[in-house]
């Protein structure tokens, strides 16, 4: 089956940097990659998505890139605020399959003021 | 347009009772799945509800069962609860099998 690995666990930055979290999947029929953010006592929440028909999306200040054939995808994240500070899922499935996302086990992003 | 409602919030059990949660998708959302968070094993995929019917099943016993009802609302079960079975219970819902999910705030279960 499908297995997601990201990293880093942890990133502290300083407000205004920018941030990468890096994901790698394994299952090569996956082709929908979202990314959420969960804030203390909350559920998560999707802040982009990607499918395997595109290389880059972006979204104000985040992007996602997807490599299909090194089978990994990447956030960004520019000009960090302080309230971006959470912990970022990424995740894969199937499209089709949307509710059955595998996830990574996320990174715990501190952007300090 | 009010969110995914998880009930209850928090619960506590102890070991060999029983459990239901309940979960209300967004008005219009067919599709409800159901999600496990911990702190070791982060979020796994519990089941998937379509229309009434299991679409997908993640890799839990048996003890783990769900429904889903004729408007939407699912609850999941679990029965003769084990200490590791305390989690984050998270539902997610959408509008159909390819729309964003929308994750409720989770009910937290404790067993003792």
């Known amino acids: 089956g499908e297995n997601v690995e990201q990293h880093p666990s942890t990133l502290s930055v300083q407000e205004g940097d920018s941030a990468v979290i890096k994901c790698t999947y394994s299952?090569?029929?996956?082709?929908?990659f979202p990314w959420y953010k969960q804030e203390l006592g909350k559920g998560p929440q999707l802040i982009i998505d990607?499918?395997?028909?595109?290389g880059e999306k972006k979204d104000q200040r985040i992007a996602v890139t997807l490599n299909k054939t090194a089978k990994h995808f990447s956030l960004h994240i520019t000009e960090t605020q302080p309230e971006d500070s959470a912990v970022y899922f990424c995740?894969?499935?199937?499209?089709?399959?949307?509710?059955?996302?595998?996830f990574g086990k996320g990174t715990k992003l501190s952007v300090k003021p | 347009k009010a969110g995914v409602t998880q009930t209850p919030r928090y619960l506590i059990k102890t070991r060999g009772q029983q459990v239901t949660l309940s979960c209300s998708p967004i008005?219009?959302?067919?599709?409800v799945s159901w999600y496990q968070q911990t702190p070791g094993q982060g979020l796994q995929f519990l089941f998937e509800?379509?229309?009434?019917?299991?679409?997908n099943k993640g890799n839990f016993p048996g003890r783990f069962s769900g429904r889903q009802f004729s408007n939407s609302r699912s609850e999941m079960n679990v029965s003769t609860l084990e200490l590791g079975d305390s989690a984050l219970y998270l539902c997610?819902?959408?509008?159909?099998?390819?729309?964003?999910?929308?994750f409720g705030e989770g009910s937290r279960l404790t067993v003792l």
């Open positions: 990607i499918r395997s028909n595109v």
């Open positions: 995740a894969a499935s199937k499209v089709g399959s949307q509710g059955n996302l595998i």
């Open positions: 997610a819902s959408s509008i159909g099998t390819t729309g964003e999910l929308f």
């Open positions: 509800y379509f229309s009434e019917t299991q679409r």
């Open positions: 008005s219009g959302h067919r599709s």
């Open positions: 299952d090569s029929a996956s082709n929908y």
